[in-house]
């Protein structure tokens, strides 16, 4: 899959020419060991072998079999370019579901230019971005969601969102969908069956049962709907937002948290004046921790923006770390406590109680049961030592709250895909209602199919009378 392809919007060339052949570079931009370049179209046999000379036979462009593999040189004219595998796919049974080659050469840039350059001239042309897997979608390799999932999990950057990715990439989200589907087709088979037969007085669908199916339609559109809090913050990463007075040791726990000397660690107080960012992967889960300015009174217009922004930060986090100093002034950092307090939202609030190492086990002691008070879940550490980092690691992973997700669960990371599930739940909310009120069967039927086009929304299905039709005749001997 070409590099971009996750971001691009669909480009008009990919409507009004899907019989071009198209090529690009599939690997990463860049030099490296090899490169692959994909060539995808009706063509694509006959354009690579008037530049590719195979060491053993010719490319097979005749549909038969799936997949083969030749060695040869790629040339221009009597000049070899390169030594290269060519790999050729025959429709359907390709990544695009056309007839697909890829070459796989030596990564130097000079090779990929000249091959691509020799592909143009014998008829290809630049694929737009994400066109292989536009391809993909309108040959019925793919549904929506399943290309969509191809560029998560490209991004994947966590064993968590890598899984997520995988599973919908598969179809788990679109076979619940599916399900979802088959379920409300019967359903409005049945309403719009009766107003088809409404002068005969005919009862086919039991309002008991249809209520208790609405019931059960909406409690699983409901639980998709509700995965999306936590699917949204394993694919994009749990917002950790570090705070706290200055020289607390906030970006001391920054570097430690990310094996990196991310921040700059000074005893001058104010260092930190901006929020600063990165990512670390831990148990699985991603988490975008932000080391924002300290918090203390100061007539410094730059430095009285970055404490803005730091308590800004932290109502965008979904967890909060309030590090403090025990060996600082307990009235002081007191104040600090209405602050976060205003700005916390009901966020996650851990209590990082750090620089124990600088006290006596009194002091350590009595401090702790001082600031235990402020906030059930707090931890006493040293910033320094790696035990107590892990530790915080393990709260970090429990405040995130991320149920267990397994290889079969469905697990909602688009906010379009949210969108819509919050759109089909209203409508069959209404279908619910208009049931339990006696409402007429025409208004039941526009609200069903409005929800089956919400669900179709997120998989580019569509639905026809047709296909209405083609449930209640495959169900039911009507008229003889």
Not at 27 to 32: D, K, L, S
Not at 110 to 128: D, F, P, S, V
Not at 269 to 294: K, M, P, Q, S, W
Not at 373 to 386: C, F, H, K, P, T
Request: proline share 2%.
């Amino acid at each position: 899959m070409p590099a971009g392809e996750k971001t691009a919007r669909p480009s008009t060339v990919m409507f009004l020419h899907p019989q071009d052949t198209i090529c690009a570079v599939s690997t990463p931009p860049g030099q490296g060991g090899i490169a692959v370049i994909r060539i995808s179209g009706g063509e694509a046999f006959r354009i690579c072998s008037r530049i590719f000379e195979p060491a053993t036979k010719a490319l097979s462009g005749d549909g038969r079999g799936g997949a083969s593999i030749s060695l040869g040189r790629i040339c221009r004219g009597h000049e070899v370019i390169d030594e290269a595998l060519v790999t050729v796919f025959h429709a359907p049974r390709s990544y695009t579901g056309e007839d697909t080659v890829e070459i796989s050469c030596h990564g130097s840039l000079y090779i990929q230019r000249e091959i691509l350059r020799l592909l143009l001239l014998a008829g290809c042309r630049m694929a737009a971005a994400g066109e292989f897997t536009q391809r993909a979608f309108l040959n019925g390799k793919l549904d929506l969601s399943q290309a969509e999932a191809v560029g998560d999990l490209i991004a994947a950057s966590s064993a968590a969102s890598h899984r997520v990715a995988m599973q919908q990439m598969r179809g788990g989200f679109s076979h619940e969908l599916d399900a979802l589907r088959d379920r409300l087709l019967n359903f409005v088979a049945l309403v719009e069956l009766e107003l088809d037969f409404g002068d005969e007085d005919a009862a086919f669908a039991d309002r008991r049962e249809l209520k208790e199916l609405s019931g059960q339609i909406a409690a699983v559109i409901r639980r998709l709907a509700d995965s999306f809090g936590y699917g949204n913050a394993v694919k994009n990463g749990i917002p950790v937002a570090i705070v706290g007075e200055t020289n607390a040791g906030k970006s001391t726990l920054l570097n430690r948290l990310l094996r990196d000397e991310k921040a700059i660690v000074s005893e001058v107080h104010g260092t930190t004046r901006d929020a600063i960012e990165d990512t670390v992967t831990v148990d699985g889960l991603l988490f975008r921790l932000i080391d924002t300015a300290g918090i203390r009174e100061t007539n410094d217009t730059v430095e009285q923006m970055g404490i803005e922004r730091a308590l800004r930060k932290m109502e965008q986090a979904s967890v909060v770390l309030w590090v403090i100093d025990l060996t600082g002034d307990v009235r002081k950092t007191g104040r600090l406590a209405a602050q976060i307090a205003a700005r916390r939202n009901g966020k996650k609030l851990l209590l990082i109680l750090n620089k124990a190492d600088r006290l006596t086990d009194g002091e350590r002691e009595r401090k702790t049961a001082y600031y235990s008070g402020w906030n059930e879940e707090y931890l006493v550490i040293s910033a320094r030592e790696d035990a107590d980092i892990a530790a915080l690691e393990r709260k970090l992973v429990e405040a995130a709250g991320i149920p267990q997700i397994g290889e079969n669960d469905v697990t909602v990371t688009s906010l379009r895909h949210y969108e819509a599930l919050v759109k089909a739940l209203s409508a069959i909310e209404r279908v619910t209602e208009g049931l339990y009120s006696g409402i007429f069967g025409e208004f039941l039927s526009q609200d069903i199919r409005e929800c089956i086009s919400h669900l179709n929304g997120i998989t580019g299905k569509q639905i026809g009378t047709e296909e209405v039709l083609g449930n209640i005749f495959g169900r039911f001997c009507i008229g003889k």
